[in-house]
Nanobody, 128 residues
Framework: QVQLVESGGGWVQAGGSLRLSCAASGRTFSASRMGWFRQAPGKEREFVAAISWTGGSTYYLDSVKGRFTISRDNAKNMVYLQMNTLKPEDTAVYYC?????????????????????WGQGTQVTVSS
């Protein structure tokens, strides 16, 4: 079992930055692939970024490459999403997710149904 709690969301003007945090509990966290997803009103949940169990491999949605950075600290059971140069289209509820069945990064890391555990989400609003 892995329990996830996100924090760090809020309101920011376009061009600003936010850092999301995900606190994880459970013995399998350090061996789990982790991901960030987002869901805007009326849209399906969308992959944003994923990170391997060591943190050595990452994978991003094309539209956030160069602006967002995913990282993890296994000693603290934390995953982060640093978001810079935010745009209004980044507005969404952001979710942290854990996939304890996989440790590395593959194309499947972008699929919602690959992740067994989800946090409750944190709202990010970017105004123009």
């Amino acid at each position: 079992q892995v329990q996830l709690v996100e924090s760090g969301g809020g309101w920011v003007q376009a061009g600003g930055s936010l850092r999301l945090s995900c606190a994880a509990s459970g013995r399998t966290f350090s061996a789990s692939r982790m991901g960030w997803f987002r869901q805007a009103p009326g849209k399906e949940r969308e992959f944003v970024a994923a990170i391997s169990w060591t943190g050595g491999s990452t994978y991003y949605l094309d539209s956030v490459k160069g602006r967002f950075t995913i990282s993890r600290d296994n000693a603290k059971n934390m995953v982060y999403l640093q978001m810079n140069t935010l745009k209004p289209e980044d507005t969404a509820v952001y979710y942290c997710a854990a996939d304890p069945k996989r440790m590395g990064i593959t194309a499947e890391a972008a699929k919602v149904n690959e992740y067994a555990y989800w946090g409750q989400g944190t709202q990010v609003t970017v105004s123009s």
